[in-house]
């Protein structure tokens, strides 16, 4: 019980009153927004028709929509429902939002987890590799491929790998069905291989930066030679003294990553037809369905913020200095 | 017994009687640098017996560490032992291959570092780092691992170490991880134990119980020690021999006791002579201030009136009180606790204490840096708390501080000259021209060679960027100096120097200090009056003369009991 208090410390009930009014700042600015966007969802469903619609008609619509109250009645309205675990009802598909978040998260999340394991898997070595001899040909040959993945947009790296792999291999597992990880594990690995790998290599290279950086400046740190005073042999050394305070920046970098892949890696998923988060806002935001956009926005910033609490414990778990109150 | 062959050392008791343990042969160390070789180290010859205690002593750049670092071969990566040998026991080490160092490093060789700050791993608890040594040369492992580590910590002075054990390195103050770095370079009974300024960090009671310690565990585990200190009073109070070096070289070597009484090297005298704890006053005595003095040199400005008439007061802090709130912490911290304090013009005023003793926030209160939470500052009779515009750029004009590390208080792209011109730049005075002028001025007040206006910090001595720091405080012709351990990382002869140069400034232009420092030997050198502080609150405050003669309150006395080479003094 007290470790667990330790390692929650102090600042946990200011984190999550911080939390509340991150969550309510985001919603409100999403609101705006999405009202400053020309049109309504009476234009996006009917389109130029919606010009030849009777002011009685449209005022039915506006009625039937909720969207003919006052702006503030609208959000706190809608504000309501959240709180009482009501997200709204997507209007075009009948569906409510809660049942579409149901489904689409845990793609999302799988995805996220499944990318970042990839980032880690090539950056953190990589970036122990570049750093293992500075300046030299090994560190620049890393660090150059590393830019490149950084360079190249990840729409194109997904693309272009999609492609050859369908066109010359024959081999597309995103061309069927998706299945999610419950329905058909196997399929549903294949299936997220390719896009966990394609984010997972623009997560590598900001990672393997990190590392690099990191472990170069811990090598140089006093303890490290103090150790090797007290007769360290080197793989312990680098192992016990410079990786693991090494990793304490490589966290903060990898929580960051993680909870952008949280909020829905649009275009991979987009891309390799993955039902994700992301998709359900590019969809939402097509249709001007402000329910379903303003809901899965508060989703994603609820994932923000956990994902940002869950940084921290592991940083409290690297790094002893902060688990003080 | 034979000449040592240094030539500098004497007849006999500068080689020990015994086989040493170390011996250290005509050993070169040449660093490789993008201006070519350097040797640091130019045929240094070092003997320690069993059990004995050996100071190396030196300044900065005497290669005193890289001897050490090169001894555990562990010279920076473009450093390189380029002849000798060192001779541990029956091993040649400069010979040996690096798996056969690994054997011999934390086993035969202990090392003690000089930061405690920064040499323990910061994410591995202090006991998990001494079982390390343990470990690693297959001596102990587990339970038993943990209670030799345990009683090691205890031996080193760390009570409830059981418990301590666990803890992490932030946990301990600088004092206690120094004691957990010496408990682990002692950890597997070395022989030998190098030890490279384990003190120089740490206020100074703390220096003397941990160097009591260190010597105590040291000989209780029969290690002999090489002490690695820039100190030569601390060295010839705590080694059976020293060694002298200066650049690179062995100029002096001999027992403690007779190296002290009768230097026979140039360099060994000067060092002697400036050492903080022997070196004589440089200002005159307050009660004598108002008597002409022989060169008339200590009598401050508008004291050579009659009687003991003290000068108009310029810095007045009455019940000062600065409280900062400290996270996690309902209580505020009191870092400045109702503190009188008074500096005459003309004057300088020394306030004394140890890491935490609220004589840095004294300072930040006199140059209004902050504000009093309580109680008043005055400068020149106004309160500085009020100063508002016109008046507060006035006041910024006559108090200027000069700070501790003038490396990290330069801008390291500014050249010196652009250094010195900026408050004049800042405050508008003259133009570019006329200003150039008052640069030259300033760089002669200071005696720096006008050659070196355009050079930038990192090209300057430790001791040279200290005067430009010195210069440019003085730009604005201020009334009131404040110094916040403005000597204190330089050493001893460069201190001595800067010493003089401000007790010179202060009889020419009448400037009064506010010094603020640890070291209450230097401030007997330069005070008229001493303000002891501890825990925010002054405790005694008095002439310098009679704060040594007759202290009043315990902690003083300890102050001064601390200061390594009072038998050095008494002599």
Redesign the interface.
């Known amino acids: 019980m007290t470790a667990l208090r330790t390692l929650l410390g102090?600042p946990v009930p200011r984190r999550l009153g911080e939390a509340v009014v991150t969550l309510l700042g985001v919603s409100v600015l999403t609101f705006v927004v999405l009202r400053v966007v020309p049109g309504d969802q009476i234009t996006a469903q009917y389109g130029i028709a919606a010009g030849e619609l009777s002011p009685d008609q449209i005022a039915d619509l506006e009625a039937y929509y909720g969207i003919d109250q006052p702006l503030p009645v609208q959000f706190l309205s809608w504000l309501g429902g959240v709180l009482t675990g009501n997200l709204g009802v997507s209007a075009n598909s009948g569906v409510s939002v809660a049942e579409l978040t149901a489904q689409a998260l845990p793609n999302t999340i799988e995805l996220a987890v499944l990318s970042i394991l990839v980032g880690l898997a090539l950056g953190v070595p990589g970036g122990m590799l570049a750093a293992s001899r500075p300046g030299r040909a090994r560190d620049n040959a890393t660090q150059a491929g590393s830019l490149l993945a950084l360079s190249v947009p990840s729409f194109l790296l997904a693309t272009a790998v999609a492609t050859f792999l369908a066109n010359r291999l024959g081999w597309y597992p995103n061309g069927e069905g998706y299945r999610t990880l419950l329905e058909d594990p196997w399929l549903n690995l294949q299936q997220m291989l390719l896009p966990a790998l394609v984010l997972g290599i623009s997560i590598a290279s900001p990672v393997l930066q990190t590392t690099r950086t990191a472990i170069l400046g811990v090598r140089a740190?006093?303890?490290v030679?103090?150790?090797?005073?007290?007769?360290?042999?080197a793989r312990?050394l680098q192992v016990?003294?410079v990786l693991?305070?090494a990793l304490?920046p490589v966290v903060t970098m990898t929580g960051l990553q993680f909870g952008f892949l949280l909020s829905g890696a649009l275009v991979a998923e987009q891309i390799f037809a993955i039902p994700g988060i992301g998709r359900q806002v590019l969809l939402g935001l097509g249709q001007q369905e402000y329910a379903l956009v303003q809901s899965t926005t508060l989703v994603i910033a609820v994932m923000f913020v956990l994902v940002n609490l869950l940084t921290d414990l592991v940083y409290r778990l690297?790094?002893?200095?902060v688990r003080?109150? | 017994m034979t000449t040592s062959p240094t030539g500098a050392g004497r007849p006999d008791g500068d080689r020990p009687r015994t086989t040493p343990v170390l011996s250290v042969r005509d050993l070169r160390v040449t660093f490789t640098t993008s201006h070519g070789d350097v040797e640091a180290v130019r045929g240094v010859d070092l003997d320690l017996a069993a059990g004995e205690t050996v100071a190396v002593v030196g300044e900065s750049g005497s290669g005193k560490s890289t001897v050490a670092a090169a001894v555990?071969r562990?010279l920076a990566d473009n450093g390189r032992i380029s002849g000798g040998t060192v001779t541990l026991g029956d091993l040649d080490l400069t010979a040996a291959d690096e798996r056969t160092m690994?054997?011999?490093?934390?086993?035969r060789l202990?090392?003690v570092?000089q930061?405690p700050m920064?040499?323990?791993?910061?994410?591995?608890?202090v006991g998990a780092?001494i079982v390390?040594?343990l470990e690693?040369?297959g001596l102990a492992t587990g339970r038993q691992a943990r209670e030799r580590a345990v009683a090691l910590l205890e031996g080193a002075g760390i009570e409830d170490a059981a418990t301590r054990f666990d803890q992490?390195p932030?946990?301990f103050s600088g004092g206690m991880r120094q004691r957990v770095?010496i408990a682990?370079?002692l950890?597997?009974r070395p022989g030998v134990l190098v030890a490279d300024e384990p003190t120089s960090a740490l206020d100074v009671t703390v220096q003397r119980l941990v160097l009591d310690q260190m010597a105590e565990l040291a000989s209780g585990l029969g290690a002999a020690v090489v002490l690695i200190t820039h100190d030569l009073a601390l060295a010839a109070e705590r080694a059976d021999r020293v060694v002298v070096m200066y650049r690179g070289e062995v100029v002096e070597s001999g027992p403690s006791r007779d190296l002290v009484a009768d230097p026979r090297h140039e360099y060994t005298r000067r060092l002697l002579a400036a050492a903080p704890g022997v070196a004589r006053r440089k200002v005159t005595d307050v009660a004598t201030a108002g008597r002409p003095t022989e060169d008339g040199a200590g009598g401050p400005v508008g004291a050579g009136a009659a009687g003991p008439v003290a000068p108009e007061p310029l810095l007045e802090l009455t019940g000062a009180t600065k409280r900062y709130r400290i996270r996690?912490r309902r209580e505020p911290f009191t870092a400045v606790d109702e503190v009188d304090l008074t500096v005459p013009a003309g004057r300088t005023v020394a306030v004394v204490g140890e890491s935490g003793s609220g004589k840095s926030t004294t300072a930040r209160l006199a140059l209004r840096l902050e504000d009093a939470d309580a109680g008043t500052v005055r400068f020149g009779g106004q309160d500085v708390s009020r100063l508002r515009g016109k008046a507060l750029l006035a006041f910024r004009r006559s108090v200027q501080p000069v700070f501790q590390n003038p490396y990290a208080s330069l801008d390291p792209r500014y050249t010196v000259e652009e250094a010195v011109a900026e408050p004049l730049v800042v405050h508008q005075v003259g133009d570019a021209a006329h200003r150039r002028g008052l640069v030259s001025g300033l760089l002669e007040k200071v005696a720096l060679p006008t050659a070196l206006r355009d050079r930038r910090p990192h090209e300057l001595s430790g001791g040279q960027r200290q005067r430009v720091a010195i210069a440019r405080a003085l730009a604005l012709e201020p009334r009131l100096v404040v110094l916040d351990e403005a000597v204190s990382a330089l050493d001893v002869l460069v201190q001595e120097q800067i010493l003089d140069l401000m007790v010179g400034l202060q009889r020419d232009l009448g400037l009064s200090y506010l010094f603020i420092t640890h070291d209450l030997a230097v401030v007997r050198l330069v005070a008229h009056e001493v303000y002891v502080m501890q825990r925010g609150r002054v405790v005694e405050r008095g002439e310098p003369e009679r704060i040594f003669a007759a202290p009043q309150v315990d902690y003083t006395r300890e102050l001064i009991a601390a200061i390594p080479g009072q038998g050095l003094a008494a002599r």
């Open positions: 102090h740190e006093d303890y030679r103090t150790a090797q005073a007290k007769g360290v042999p312990r016990r003294h693991r305070n304490i690297v790094d002893p200095r003080v109150a | 555990a562990l690994r054997g011999v490093r934390g086993r202990g090392m570092p930061d920064t040499n323990l791993n910061p994410v591995m608890p780092q390390e040594a690693v040369h992490y932030h946990e770095l682990m370079a950890a597997c996690g």
